[in-house]
């Protein structure tokens, strides 16, 4: 009898457990996460369509000629639609680094993995637009296009999207371990960056018209320390500008810069005492030797040498009639860098007419 009551009571609450199971909700497993790719791509196609408009507004060739010639108006419009260019940048920069955080477990795999092929292509077409826009407008006659912090922001983007490709490369590799389940982020593949570092060279022709602005990079973050090296090493292969009444002939004097009273006079190595000038060689009814065989005005090209470089090694008189200011510097060899001498051929006025490496 005992028996039988107990059986019976087990049997009761069982069905209370069991109907009580089927009574409360089912809860979600622990392993299901939230698919956040729905936003993400709504955010991605916003990214997409103002990179697209940034790109579709770059300046076109007939713009960048006015700029290179000084025109006020294609200046303001240019540094406009260089901002543009470089923040497009940035987006195609988000969309990388956000693509593979959520491509695991999204619905649509495929929309995902397409906007990620496509920003890398777009992010290096806005690289190249930016580098050309920003040596257009560090050549620009208005010399005050662009500022050196302009151009050190856009080293910044370019430096912020290499690394970032490089971590992603690193990324991409761990997921391609063989072995188990196939990983979406397999699916993924880096794009080369441009082979030459945007922004190095039109920094490189800013500093040419700004030499006084050298010292400036000095103060750059560590990180800028590569493309510092390579702007000053860029800076020193370009010839230095020509004076803008150049074009009125080599034989005569520059305005305000003729020997009587302009800038001062360097006498060549050979010249021993300075002659007493014509006036008083004229008196003396002797003729005034020729001044280009012995000495170099400092103005134009020279005068901005001086200032960029400081006091050169060694100052000689060629047999041409030209004066060679000797520096050393950074100079490609090969695949490599080394430093190598360079003499500069200036006339006497001050021009530069070529730069010669010197053989050891």
Known sequence: MRHS????????????????????????GAAAAPDRSQETLREIERQRRWMADALAARPPADELDALREGDADAVSDTRKRFRRLLT??????????????????????????????????DRNEALAS?????????????????????????????RSARESEQRLA??????????????????????????????VQATARYLTAHPGQDRALDSWPPQLAEER?????????????????????????????????????IPGPDAGTPHPGPAAAADAGTAAPAETASSVQVSGDLRRLLSRRGPPLEIAQRPDGLTAFRYREQRTCGVDRCVVTVDYLFDSRGRLMRSEVVKP
């Open 88 to 121: 497009a940048v940035e987006r195609a920069t988000w969309i990388r680094e956000t693509v593979p955080e959520v491509l695991r477990g999204s619905a649509n795999p495929d929309r995902l993995v397409s906007a990620f092929d496509a920003a890398g292509r």
């Open 229 to 265: 090296a390579g702007i000053r090493a860029a800076a020193a292969d370009l010839p230095l500008p020509q004076p803008e009444a150049a074009d009125r002939g080599a034989g005569e004097p520059l305005a305000g810069m003729e020997d009587d009273e302009g800038e001062p006079i």
């Open 170 to 199: 690193a990324n991409l590799g761990r997921a391609a371990r063989p072995g188990g389940n196939a990983d979406p982020l397999q699916r993924l593949a880096t794009v080369p960056m441009p082979p030459e570092p945007p922004f």
């Open 5 to 28: 009551i107990l059986l019976l009571l087990g049997t009761l609450a069982a069905a209370c457990v069991a109907e009580s199971q089927k009574a409360r909700p089912s809860q979600p």
């Open 130 to 158: 930016a580098d050309a826009t920003a040596r257009a407008l560090a050549a620009s006659r208005t010399q005050n296009a662009i500022s050196l912090d302009e151009l050190k922001r856009a080293l910044q983007v370019a």
